[in-house]
Each structure stands twice: as structure tokens, then as C-alpha cells.
């Protein structure tokens, strides 16, 4: 299914929340495109993160910037990371 024609509906990586592009998106094992994860998360069937901390560490680091503090990256990442499918399971 091809969801870029589904504009309504922004498609995110379902382990970091990262916006996703075909671009980034992470490969099975047979080398298909995973709609639900980034490249960063899982490649060639493998899942990369099992700790929520170690993956807010990771993106904490991508996240700061002038207008976006560490700590309000790592609030908006223990926010936002139990809410992806990921991590409910």
C-alpha cells in the first residue's frame, strides 16, 4: 500500500516518532520498505533500540538546539515515545 497518496495522515517512525519519507525508511529482511520504522530503528529486520532510555539519549543529542533545550527534548521524548506502537507492546 502506497500512503503517500494518504495525505491526511503524517507517517512517523513507530520506535522514535521521527517523520517518515521513503527515504529514511527502514528495510526488512528481504530488503522491502517497513512503513512503520526509520532506517535508524530497524534495518534488515532487526530492531536496534530495546531500552527507551538509550533511544532518548540517542535523540536528545540530534534534538538540541538555540530554541530546543536538552531538557525539553528529553521531556518531549519520554512524552511522545510510550504513545508510539513500539513501545506498547
Same mark, same amino acid.
Given at each position: 500500500? !502506497?500512503?503517500k497518496s494518504d495525505s491526511s495522515r503524517?507517517?512517523?517512525c513507530q520506535c522514535c516518532g521521527m517523520p517518515?519519507? /521513503?527515504a529514511i525508511t527502514?528495510? !526488512?529482511k528481504d530488503g522491502t520498505l517497513n512503513e512503520d520504522y526509520c532506517r535508524w530503528c530497524y534495518a534488515d529486520g532487526t530492531?536496534?533500540?530495546n531500552d527507551m532510555d538509550e533511544l532518548? /539519549?540517542?535523540c536528545v543529542k540530534h534534538m538540541? !538546539?538555540?530554541s530546543?533545550?536538552?531538557q525539553q527534548a528529553r521531556a518531549y521524548m519520554k512524552q511522545l515515545l510510550p504513545t508510539l506502537d513500539y513501545w506498547k507492546r
Open positions: 500500500m !502506497n500512503t503524517e507517517r512517523r517518515l519519507e /521513503d527502514g528495510k !526488512n530492531y536496534t533500540y532518548i /539519549d540517542v538540541v !538546539n538555540e530546543f533545550t536538552e
